[in-house]
């Protein structure tokens, strides 16, 4: 194997993997997306309940 094939394999692989990062990625937000805000949107409420107001 030359060196320019190994070169070309490697860059196919990376490739690859940043796809699957990518599609597991927009089907956990798809599936997982409206918990998750609804889950940081609680907590910015109950912040805003405990934070003092500035005058």
Known sequence: MTVKAKKGSSFLEYA???ALIGIVGAVGVAKYGKS???F???MADKTAEV???SK
């Open 16 to 18: 690859l993997l940043a």
């Open 36 to 38: 998750i805000s609804n």
């Open 40 to 42: 940081f949107s609680s």
């Open 51 to 53: 934070t003092p107001k």
